[in-house]
């Protein structure tokens, strides 16, 4: 018995979906793992930005704290200097 063009059609859809499906299964758990390592490098991404924010709040502060002090300081020499 000879195979017809829809046979053959057929035939060929078969095996293009089950290729897709035998893919999508050896790939899916490689692009579980990648994305699993994204999150982890994104994590660590927040984690960095956390520790740059107290920094710059450090800094800000040991800032805030010195000008202060100079202003202090301006105008105790601008009384000593009788300045005004």
């Not at 390592?37 to 010195?66: H, P, Q």
């Not at 000008?67 to 601008?78: A, N, T």
Request: charged letters at 40%.
């Amino acid at each position: 018995m000879a195979l017809t063009k829809v046979d053959i059609k057929h035939i060929q859809q078969g095996i293009k979906s089950t290729v897709k499906d035998a893919v999508v299964e050896a790939v899916d758990p490689y692009f579980a793992a990648i994305q699993k390592d994204f999150n982890n490098v994104y994590g660590r991404f927040d984690d960095i930005g956390k520790r740059f924010d107290k920094i710059e709040k450090l800094i800000l502060a040991d800032y805030k704290r010195r000008i202060e002090k100079l202003e202090l300081e301006v105008r105790e020499v601008r009384d000593l200097l009788s300045i005004k």
